[in-house]
């Protein structure tokens, strides 16, 4: 049976029996990739903090090729993003990214350019302060690498530049509108034009300058609202995690 | 031919249990069909006994048959000392080591994103209400040291911030990623006897 080695970001550990446990990672060679890990829930494994999410480790798992579940043979800790996990909502949002990259990374793809992402966003997030610029960043760059490029150039239904006043948004074009078409296409949204600049910055700007990145307050909402419904569009339902990291954000404003 | 609709009825409900297919609810019902009636209404009286019986206590959220649970009325018990845990069973993985002379509290669960379980589905405010009006000097976090154990241990100390009291960490020692359930007793001592002040 072939025997897999690769660097991998683990994604999710869940329970699946009284001693076993189900480790999703998204490898750096072999895309994302599904292993049962025998005897890890009992206290004395021999994987220890490597099955955690968020950990990058090297990872060794063997099966048959293009089957769904491997067998994990062998993981080791590069690096363990412990103050991550110090930190609350660092903790939700390294669990945000990997939730939104699980619902976005299909199995058994190679996917490097995704894994690359991962990777430096949860370095960022390990050093930086400013996780609400680095998720609406993760958030673009992540749908930008998967296809799910918005149209933010010209209008998309006449290809006119947009106007320099409010601009209406298609979720359905996947694009901006013009104030003329907008008569025809409906925009679910609209934002400021000065917003419109942030939203192309997020789309070719590399992760690893997010500290570089700030937004004026007024712009912060409506491009969280953007790209929010943008992945809402794609995924087609809401991720747990998202609603999760705004209660939290709220529970810790007012209660500590 | 079809089985017997009372046969059906067990293999399905058997079915829901965790870790039961087909097979196993096929093999089980059978061994009990072709059992005396008497062990049939021990286990039936055994099923509805669970739930006619056990309740949760209403101080430390154990499962008992009395309220409040033995360990709560326990004159021999510290309770200034508080060890919070997950699940009801890991009461029990605390108590077989013997050497915890403190009361409880369980949490019913951990705070899990994924699982859309934030910090209002489990027992926190009344724990911090515990704190605040019985006279609790230290509370041991005693939550399952993964992530979202750790979180949650991380979250709790945080609320309890305010009420100015020694507030532990357990697990800090034992393997990551394991279960306290399945600690031995060594382990879960030294890591006791180890606790370290969260700040
Ligand atoms: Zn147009
Ligand atoms: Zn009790």
């Known amino acids: ?256 | 031919m079809k089985r017997p609709p009372a046969v059906t009825d067990l293999i399905e409900e058997l079915k829901r249990m965790p870790g039961i297919g087909q097979k196993t609810a096929e093999r089980l019902s059978f061994f009990v069909m072709r059992g005396s009636n008497e062990r049939a209404n021990k286990l039936a009286d055994a099923v509805r006994n669970i739930k006619e019986k056990i309740i949760l206590c209403s101080q430390c959220h154990g499962i008992t048959e009395i309220n409040p649970c033995e360990i709560c009325r326990d004159p021999k018990r510290d309770p200034s000392i508080v060890c919070v845990v997950e699940e009801p069973h890991d009461v029990y993985a605390m108590e077989n080591m013997g050497h915890f002379r403190g009361v409880y509290h369980v949490l019913m669960g951990v705070i899990s994103p994924l699982d859309g379980i934030g910090p209002s589905e489990l027992t926190i405010e009344a724990l911090k209400e515990r704190v605040m009006k019985d006279n609790i000097q230290e509370v041991v976090l005693a939550t399952n040291p993964d992530m979202e154990g750790e979180s949650t241990a991380v979250y709790i100390a945080k609320i309890l911030k305010p009420a100015n009291i020694k507030v532990t960490r357990i697990a800090r020692g034992l393997p990551v990623g394991g279960d306290i359930e399945y600690a031995d007793e060594v382990t879960l001592l030294k890591s006791l006897e180890g606790r370290t002040e969260m700040n």
């Open chain 1, 1 to 256: 049976m072939p025997l897999f080695n690769t660097e991998a970001i683990v994604l999710r550990s869940i329970n699946l029996s009284e001693t076993d446990k189900l480790v999703t990672f998204l490898s750096a060679h072999f895309g994302k990739v599904k292993c049962v890990a025998k005897a890890a829930r009992k206290m004395k494994n021999r994987f220890g903090a490597a099955l955690e999410p968020m950990s990058h480790i090297r990872l060794i798992y063997f099966g048959k090729e293009n089957q769904t579940l491997y067998r994990l043979n062998h993981s080791d800790i590069i690096h363990s993003f412990q103050p991550i996990r110090d930190d609350l909502l660092k903790v939700y949002t390294g669990i945000y990214f990997n939730e939104l990259i699980d619902t976005l990374i299909p199995e058994a793809h190679p996917d490097p350019k995704a894994y690359q992402l991962l990777l430096e966003s949860l370095l960022v997030l390990e050093s930086r302060d400013s996780l609400e610029t680095l998720s609406r960043l993760f958030e673009m760059r992540l749908m930008v690498l998967t296809g799910y490029t918005p149209q933010l150039s010209h209008c998309s239904i006449c290809k006119g530049l947009p106007g320099t006043e409010r601009i209406g948004f298609s979720f359905e074009r996947r694009g901006i509108v013009c104030e003329p078409c907008s008569f025809k296409a409906q925009p679910e949204m609209r934002f400021q034009a000065g917003t419109l600049n942030y939203l192309k910055k997020l789309k070719t700007m590399d992760i690893k300058h997010a500290s570089r990145l700030k937004f004026p307050k007024s712009a912060e909402l409506e491009i969280e609202q953007l790209t929010h419904r943008l992945i809402l569009s794609y995924t087609g339902r809401e991720l747990k995690s998202y609603p999760f990291i705004k209660n939290m954000a709220k529970i810790m404003d007012t209660k500590l």
